[in-house]
């Protein structure tokens, strides 16, 4: 009978003009994203070319000689900015000259070994912050194991299917993953007391449980169907058009956070600062399948959260208006103010971004040194199960006057 | 056999008790009305037959389960349309019934003659939204009767109809009923309609079931009856007059006519006292009958 209920939810969902027109938001969003992803990764891939600096250090001494030869600035130290010009020149000349082995394949590694060195000389130095000695000190981690196994690094801004996937799940779990959702199926229970349909179903000679779970169920196949087909389908394509192989690009997931309290910031609080070697290696790769696997429960989760509120109201635009004003006032709570960010790790909505849960950033994020993956699944699944149960005890109690 | 049982059911809703005592029984094949006025408890009734809300105290029954205890079975026997029939705009009527049918395991070819029966084999593929309120009831009862159930609930079904449709509609369920042999549970505010229907009518007020008697059309068993009378000269100062006579239960002015309500029988006897009073006759006739005037005596005490 369960089934029977499933597919019979499933029918009305999908024969639904508001479940297409979402689809299609959702696609044209995501068909945009990645426009503005090809965009930036071809400006960013010029700039970052031997060529596009040379040119850009040429425009750049361009301007400071005019700014010497019409002396417009009262005040200007001459003598800095022919210094400037001349380090300039040294950096083109330097340029130039490995311009030649560009196109040699173990070009990247001698480009990284600079990058190391310079991160390397950073950290050597007096005034660098100990934020920076752990970004420097993970970029160097990630270096050595790119050089160990000889596979090129792609820059995160590098147009492929991972990084899009990647990217797409950072943008999109911050709030607008929720609000969509919730934008999605406010009506799932509510809609159907206003019009009243829900009396048609009731009165079929089924427990209100099974038309509850039913819905839920179909809703849960619907909303994870639908979000997690297309990011699957945009992998997938990007994929065959750019290859897979830049999932194998080691990165370091599962950073973890500590205060500093050796460090105090200006409003009298210690600074958050990573865990040396607290980082596990990993892949690009491993990281999308894991934040994939934890946005699906996030999904679960906000569904539960919304159909609680679906069961509660009789309207459809009540339960959306709730849904939203939460997931929206939340995530900026719990980011803005110091009382929530202590307990900001036991809000399901700020796991949305779960690229950033997988790596730890979230810690910094929420300025919340709890947060971790396993808290966040925790918390989802017990979100789901009190939201589910209280759904279930409103709606099989009540008393339908609809 | 009795197909429907209820015994002692009260309900309150707030601080308010909407159904004070409900006791009645349908048997099988016949049609029941239920009739009151708007906000009787007809609907909250009908709402707790189908278990849409739930009772505080009595019991109900269909067909021998026990609602509360053994919902899902005694919900088998019943096929139910609670007010207007509110179906999936954005599907088909072919899609709403299909619906039902897999729900209640019903075939393909169950729900074809259903649709034959209500008369909607022509726009069966028409998405609900561009139904008309006629077409709507239809729908509803066909989906009502799928899985040949022992118990139809109709819920003021004719709400909304043009007179013809309303004579269809009538149709469509005496065939119903006569074809599948099932008990129809009526409820309505519609006296014409209860009497072109039913069998048996309970006459429910302020949540009470005042009372159930069998409907013969013309020959309802009455304690008083209704007349109209119209009068030469100073209508007001007639009134006056009619109201001191000792046959009188009731007299009021509606529209220029003298409305009267008289104990059974006391018709010549009022006649006499009209002219007795030397009050000046145009016309005078008995304007309601049977279960028109039951209607009136029990659950609006006498004259409007």
């Known amino acids: 009978m369960l089934f029977t209920l499933i597919r019979n939810e499933l029918v009305k969902m999908f024969k639904k003009g508001k479940t297409w027109i979402v689809f299609i938001l959702f696609a044209l969003f995501m068909g945009f994203m990645m426009y503005g992803a090809k965009v930036d990764s071809d400006n960013m891939g010029y700039y970052s070319s031997v060529d596009g600096q040379i040119e850009s250090l040429e425009r750049s001494i361009e301007y400071e000689k005019e700014i010497i030869n019409n002396n417009k600035k009262e005040g200007i130290d001459k003598s800095e900015l022919e210094i400037s010009i001349q380090n300039s020149q040294k950096q083109i000349d330097r340029l130039k000259s490995i311009a030649d082995k560009k196109d040699e394949p173990d070009f990247w590694k001698e480009q990284i070994r600079i990058e190391k060195e310079q991160l390397q000389s950073q950290i050597d130095m007096e005034n660098s912050t100990g934020e920076y000695d752990s970004y420097a000190k993970n970029r160097i981690k990630e270096i050595d194991e790119a050089l160990e196994s000889g596979i090129e690094p792609v820059e995160e801004w590098v147009f492929n299917a991972v990084n899009f996937s990647n990217n797409f799940i950072n943008i999109i779990g911050t709030v607008i993953l929720a609000v969509g959702i919730a934008v999605f199926m406010s009506d799932i229970v509510s809609g159907e007391s206003t019009p009243p349909t829900l009396k048609f179903l009731l009165v079929q000679p089924i427990s209100r449980g099974k038309v509850l779970l039913s819905k839920f169920i179909a809703t849960i196949i619907t909303v994870v169907g639908l979000i997690g087909g297309l990011e699957l389908l945009a992998y997938g394509i990007l994929g065959l058009f750019t290859g897979f192989d830049s999932g194998k690009i080691p990165t370091t997931i599962g950073i973890k956070y500590k205060w500093d309290y050796t460090n105090i910031e200006q409003m009298g609080t210690p600074q958050l600062i990573t865990v040396d070697g607290s980082g596990i290696s990993s892949t690009r790769g491993e990281l999308f399948l894991s934040s994939f696997a934890l946005q699906i429960l996030f999904i679960i989760t906000c569904c539960a959260f919304i159909f609680l509120i679906s069961s509660i109201f009789k309207s459809s635009m009540v339960t959306m208006a709730i849904s939203v004003i939460v997931s929206v006032a939340t995530t900026i709570i719990s980011a803005a103010s110091s009382t929530v960010q202590k307990v900001a790790h036991l809000i399901f909505f700020n796991y949305g971004d779960t690229k950033n849960v997988i790596v730890g950033g979230v810690a910094e994020m929420y300025r919340n040194i709890n947060f971790s993956p396993y808290t966040g699944i925790i918390v989802m699944l017990v979100t789901t199960v009190i939201c589910y149960v209280i759904a279930h005890i409103v709606f099989s109690k009540k008393d339908m006057l609809i | ?304």
């Open chain 2, 1 to 304: 056999m009795n197909i429907l049982e209820v015994k002692g059911v009260k309900k309150k809703l707030g601080k308010r008790e909407i159904i004070k005592e409900l006791d009645l029984q349908v048997k099988e094949g016949e049609i029941f009305g239920f009739l009151g006025p708007n906000g009787a408890g007809k609907t909250t009734t009908i709402r707790m037959l189908v278990g849409l809300i739930s009772y505080d105290n009595g019991e109900i029954k269909i067909c021998g389960n026990e609602l509360k205890k053994n919902k899902e079975k005694a919900l088998k026997n019943v096929g139910a349309v609670v007010e207007n029939p509110e179906l999936y705009r954005y599907l088909s009527g072919r899609e709403n019934l299909m619906q039902i049918a897999r729900i209640r395991k019903v075939s393909k070819e169950e729900v074809e003659d259903l649709i034959e029966l209500v008369g909607l084999k022509d726009r069966i593929n028409d998405k609900v939204k561009k139904y008309s309120l006629g077409m709507k009831q239809r729908l509803g009862l066909a989906a009502a009767l799928i899985g040949n159930p022992k118990l139809l609930i109709l819920d003021e079904p004719t709400n909304g109809l043009d007179p013809s449709g309303i004579m269809d509609f009538r149709e469509v369920v005496k065939k119903a009923a006569k074809e599948r042999g099932m008990s129809v549970f009526i409820s309505s505010h519609i006296l014409s309609e209860v009497q072109n229907l039913c069998d048996r009518v309970a006459f429910i007020n302020n949540g009470v079931i005042k009372a159930i008697e069998d409907i013969h059309e013309h020959t309802m068993k009455t304690e008083l009856e209704s007349l109209t009378l119209i009068v030469h000269g100073d209508i007001n100062e007639s009134l006056k007059v009619i109201k001191t006579l000792d046959c009188i239960t009731a007299a009021n002015i509606i529209d220029e006519e003298i409305h009267l309500v008289i104990k059974n029988g006391q018709t010549n006897l009022l006649l006499k006292e009209l002219i007795d009073k030397n009050i000046q006759v145009e016309e005078i006739y008995k304007n309601r009958k049977g279960l028109e005037q039951r209607y009136m005596e029990l659950v609006e005490g006498g004259v409007r």
